[in-house]
């Protein structure tokens, strides 16, 4: 049988519990190094996904339900709480049938329209390739700059201007 060793105490000192030798905390301290490691790799591959995340923070999904009745209803509270400011005009340009929206002379018309407009008194903003920022990674560097800059094929290839600014296809321009 084996007998604790006890050293003489001081009067007042505090003694700490001593944790059983089994259960799960023991095991976490005795394999720290193991935990960590696997808690990290969990963490870079989830990371990896992180390029792919998306949000889409339109209107029309903050108010989705399945249900056009209830989507209604909870978009008329929303309006009842903050009041009315979607008084939005879009303008789309159509290539037409074959046509590229993304060519010279519908990029600097599309220029010219958004110049302009930005100068009427009664519009607040105008979003569109001639307006809109971009913002890059390059090799671990964050670079901002403006849609308008962009090559034809890059505008297309990036995740936030194709599909919201102009078409896939190059046919239609906002």
């Known amino acids: 049988m084996k007998e604790a ?4 105490r001081e009067p007042g ?3 700490a519990p001593k944790a059983p030798d089994g259960g799960a905390d023991h095991w976490l ?6 935990v960590l490691g696997v808690a990290a790799a ?12 998306g949000f889409d923070f339109s209107p029309q999904q903050l108010f989705e339900t399945g249900d056009p009745d209830a989507a209604w209803a909870r978009y008329e509270r929303v309006i009842e709480a903050f009041g009315r400011d979607d008084n939005t005009l879009f303008v789309v340009l159509d290539a037409g049938p ?3 929206a993304l060519s010279p002379e519908l990029r600097a018309w599309a220029r010219k329209l958004s110049r ?13 390739l001639a307006t809109a ?8 560097e964050i670079t901002v700059g403006r849609a308008d800059d962009l090559s034809a094929e890059a505008i297309v290839a990036d995740p936030l201007l194709s599909g919201s ?8 321009q906002v």
Request: hydrophobic share 40%; net charge neutral.
């Open 98 to 100: 074959g046509g590229d």
């Open 42 to 53: 969990i963490t870079l591959a989830l990371g990896a996904f992180l390029p792919r995340l």
């Open 29 to 34: 301290l005795r394999h720290r190094g193991l």
């Open 133 to 140: 920022t971009t913002v890059h990674d390059e090799g671990g």
């Open 165 to 172: 600014l102009v078409s896939a296809d190059r046919r239609y």
């Open 13 to 15: 000192e505090a003694t």
């Open 116 to 128: 302009e407009a930005e100068r009427w008194p009664f519009v607040q903003a105008v979003v569109s």
């Open 5 to 8: 060793k006890e050293r003489a």
